[in-house]
């Protein structure tokens, strides 16, 4: 197991721990722009995912034909939580389309991700079951 697979394993347990004290019992109470907000803010710093192109942020044996889709996936979806937040805040009709957009665009990176790992390790998805 690598340092990037148990710093990911470990941020989402804390993630889910702090939603499961502080968000989960009160969910029903919240409107959803209180809820979204805080989201959008948080995925706006996906801009750093962009240190995938860095010079000396990651190992230099990094398979470009992984870095640059993950660092310009997730370019987009920082800019897609930006462009989301204006609408959200001030409860316009294009919010959910936006919020809607950002969050398929998002999977389907999160999602696609590992799929382009293998594919760099000269692997895909059916050679690994």
Same mark, same amino acid.
């Given at each position: 197991m690598n340092i990037l697979t148990v710093n990911l394993a470990f941020s989402?347990?804390?993630?889910?721990?702090?939603?499961?004290i502080y968000i989960l019992p009160?969910? /029903?109470?919240l409107a959803p722009r209180t809820v979204l907000l805080p989201v959008l803010l948080l995925h706006?710093?996906? /801009?750093?995912?962009l240190m995938f192109?860095?010079?000396?942020?990651?190992?230099?044996g990094i398979p470009p034909q992984f870095a640059y889709p993950a660092a310009l996936g997730?370019?987009?979806?920082a800019v897609l939580a930006v462009v989301a937040i204006p609408p959200v805040a001030t409860q316009a009709?294009?919010?959910?389309?936006?919020?809607?957009?950002?969050?398929?665009e998002g999977?389907?990176?999160?999602?696609?991700?590992?799929?382009?790992?293998?594919?760099?390790?000269g692997l895909t998805w059916h050679t690994t079951w």
């Open positions: 989402t347990l804390i993630f889910w721990i702090g939603s499961r009160r969910l /029903h109470e706006a710093f996906r /801009h750093l995912g192109l860095a010079p000396g942020a990651t190992y230099p997730d370019l987009v979806a009709r294009s919010a959910r389309f936006l919020v809607w957009l950002f969050n398929i999977t389907v990176g999160y999602l696609h991700r590992p799929l382009e790992a293998l594919e760099a390790r």
